[in-house]
């Protein structure tokens, strides 16, 4: 009998110290998550558009752990992200624009999302708008999931315009009252000889310049699915270009090359010392701060037939992500409408999901800008670059012949040639 109930309590001190050691493992295993990161590049305004993100996702996931990580400033963003591709290491998702992701894509780096995307029960292609999704594809797959879509706008001061008793730019604008408004708005205040007020800023770039010249009938390639040269010195392309290089060279509407090293013409606007501006939507988060004047958005001036360019970012896949199903679980809830919800609200996106667009999160009426619907209206004029894994280096060869052009420092006949030629190697 008395060994029984040794026995008995033997099997109960050993069960008490079983369950003291497992009640630890239990408890590791459920408070265990999958973490994923996450690159992005953008200002301080962006980055608490994505934090919000990753916050309410991970709220939603509790099993789920998303780094953050932002590089300002898109040529360290680049710089960056190539070296974590070559080091084996790269992020497990990271936000790209289109006109950037071809290098990566030609590596095969890049998960295809066409299968995921069929098989999701949250989101589905028809959700998105046609033209964003076309950007992302690359030889008949989806490579990319777009969150945004946006067009470049005119931001105008509305102060300055009330100040000098001018009309608002109307929707349907031309060239010449564009640039007649940039004139009247272009002041020396206190008649010292130089501009203190500018009436646009532009950076002299070819993705600023290219809705002028679609607008005017030229093309920028000879072939835009698979150009082998470029087409800026045709009689449409020409003068369009023209058009923008006078802006600064002829009538000094935009600030020259000095004022421009000394301070960035985005700078010049927050500051309410420049009337006009050219940006995409990206910019909306920042403006929202701004208090000393009130401002809006007005399209690009029309020329002889609409044509706008696309701005969009898309969340892409790591194709050597250890973690895929972690990552495409953050993508498409990204991209749900509680997600591009989210980002809407901040002003950062046009949501590339079509009833989001035309929902109160993006227009709403109560938030600036008030003519958000101009981004919608934009939207079947959009054209996009060629997809190609060199068209960064194509970009960057006209960039840097068309703002010598620009600011007067050669002629825009030597602008083009010079392009043309350091194009070359890009486009065959």
Same mark, same amino acid.
Not at 8 to 36: D, F, H, K, N, Y
Not at 294 to 322: E, N, Y
Not at 380 to 385: A, C, G, M, S
């Given at each position: 009998?008395?060994? #029984?109930?040794?026995?008995?309590?033997?099997?109960?001190?050993?069960?008490?110290?079983?369950?003291?050691?497992?009640?630890?493992?239990?408890?590791?295993?459920?408070?265990?998550?999958?973490?994923?990161?996450?690159?992005?590049?953008?200002?301080?305004?962006?980055?608490?558009?994505?934090?919000?993100?990753?916050?309410?996702?991970?709220?939603?996931?509790?099993?789920?752990?998303?780094?953050?990580?932002?590089?300002?400033?898109?040529?360290?963003?680049?710089?960056?992200?190539?070296?974590?591709?070559?080091?084996?290491?790269?992020?497990?998702?990271?936000?790209? %624009?289109?006109?950037?992701?071809?290098?990566?894509?030609?590596?095969?780096?890049?998960?295809?999302?066409?299968? #995921?995307?069929?098989?999701?029960?949250?989101?589905?292609?028809?959700?998105?708008?046609?033209?964003?999704?076309?950007?992302?594809? *690359?030889?008949?797959?989806?490579?990319?999931?777009?969150?945004?879509?946006?067009?470049?706008?005119?931001?105008?001061?509305?102060?300055?315009?009330?100040?000098?008793?001018?009309?608002?730019?109307?929707?349907?604008?031309?060239?010449?009252?564009?640039?007649?408004?940039?004139?009247?708005?272009?002041?020396?205040?206190?008649?010292?000889?130089?501009?203190?007020?500018?009436?646009?800023?532009?950076?002299?770039?070819?993705?600023?310049?290219?809705?002028?010249?679609?607008?005017?009938?030229?093309?920028?390639?000879?072939?835009?699915?698979?150009?082998?040269?470029?087409?800026?010195?045709?009689?449409?392309?020409?003068?369009?270009?023209?058009?923008?290089?006078?802006?600064?060279?002829?009538?000094?509407?935009?600030? %020259?090359?000095?004022?421009?090293?000394?301070?960035?013409?985005?700078?010049?606007?927050?500051?309410?010392?420049?009337?006009?501006?050219?940006?995409?939507?990206?910019?909306?988060?920042?403006?929202?701060?701004?208090?000393?004047?009130? *401002?809006?958005?007005?399209?690009?001036?029309?020329?002889?037939?609409?044509?706008?360019?696309?701005?969009?970012?898309?969340?892409?896949?790591?194709?050597?992500?250890?973690?895929?199903?972690?990552? *495409?679980?953050?993508?498409?809830?990204?991209?749900?409408?509680?997600?591009?919800?989210? /980002?809407?609200?901040?002003?950062?996106?046009?949501?590339?999901?079509?009833?989001?667009?035309?929902?109160?999160?993006?227009?709403?009426?109560?938030?600036?800008?008030?003519?958000?619907?101009?981004?919608?209206?934009?939207?079947?004029?959009?054209?996009?670059?060629?997809? /190609?894994?060199?068209?960064?280096?194509?970009?960057?060869?006209?960039?840097?012949?068309?703002?010598?052009?620009?600011?007067?420092?050669?002629?825009?006949?030597?602008?083009?040639?010079?392009?043309?030629?350091?194009?070359?190697?890009?486009?065959?």
């Amino acid at each position: 009998m008395i060994r #029984l109930m040794i026995w008995v309590i033997w099997l109960g001190v050993g069960a008490l110290m079983l369950a003291a050691c497992v009640q630890p493992i239990q408890s590791t295993v459920q408070t265990e998550r999958t973490s994923i990161t996450f690159l992005i590049s953008g200002d301080p305004a962006d980055e608490d558009a994505y934090r919000t993100l990753v916050d309410a996702f991970m709220a939603a996931n509790p099993d789920m752990q998303v780094e953050l990580i932002n590089i300002p400033g898109q040529g360290d963003f680049s710089r960056r992200l190539a070296a974590d591709f070559a080091a084996s290491a790269p992020p497990d998702v990271f936000l790209i %624009n289109y006109r950037r992701y071809g290098p990566y894509v030609a590596r095969g780096a890049i998960e295809p999302l066409d299968d #995921l995307l069929a098989r999701s029960a949250q989101i589905s292609r028809s959700d998105f708008y046609p033209q964003a999704l076309a950007a992302f594809t *690359w030889g008949g797959q989806l490579m990319c999931l777009p969150q945004n879509m946006s067009s470049p706008v005119i931001y105008y001061n509305k102060t300055l315009f009330d100040a000098g008793n001018i009309p608002y730019p109307a929707n349907s604008w031309t060239w010449d009252d564009f640039l007649a408004t940039a004139q009247t708005l272009t002041l020396d205040l206190n008649g010292d000889g130089a501009i203190d007020q500018h009436g646009f800023g532009v950076e002299p770039t070819l993705v600023r310049a290219a809705p002028f010249v679609w607008m005017n009938g030229g093309e920028i390639v000879d072939d835009p699915v698979a150009p082998t040269r470029l087409t800026l010195d045709s009689p449409e392309s020409r003068a369009a270009l023209a058009w923008f290089v006078a802006l600064q060279t002829e009538h000094h509407v935009t600030p %020259n090359a000095a004022a421009s090293a000394t301070e960035s013409s985005l700078s010049r606007f927050l500051n309410g010392r420049l009337a006009m501006y050219v940006e995409s939507r990206r910019v909306v988060p920042e403006f929202r701060r701004i208090d000393a004047f009130d *401002w809006d958005v007005a399209p690009l001036p029309t020329g002889r037939r609409p044509a706008s360019i696309l701005h969009s970012d898309a969340f892409c896949m790591a194709a050597i992500s250890p973690h895929k199903e972690a990552a *495409w679980r953050f993508i498409e809830f990204a991209n749900t409408r509680t997600g591009q919800t989210i /980002l809407a609200r901040t002003g950062r996106t046009v949501p590339s999901r079509i009833e989001l667009a035309e929902a109160p999160a993006f227009l709403d009426p109560g938030a600036k800008p008030a003519n958000s619907r101009i981004f919608l209206d934009a939207i079947p004029t959009l054209r996009i670059f060629p997809a /190609l894994a060199t068209w960064s280096e194509v970009e960057a060869a006209v960039n840097a012949e068309l703002t010598q052009a620009f600011y007067g420092q050669i002629s825009l006949d030597e602008a083009l040639r010079a392009a043309e030629m350091r194009s070359a190697e890009f486009l065959r």
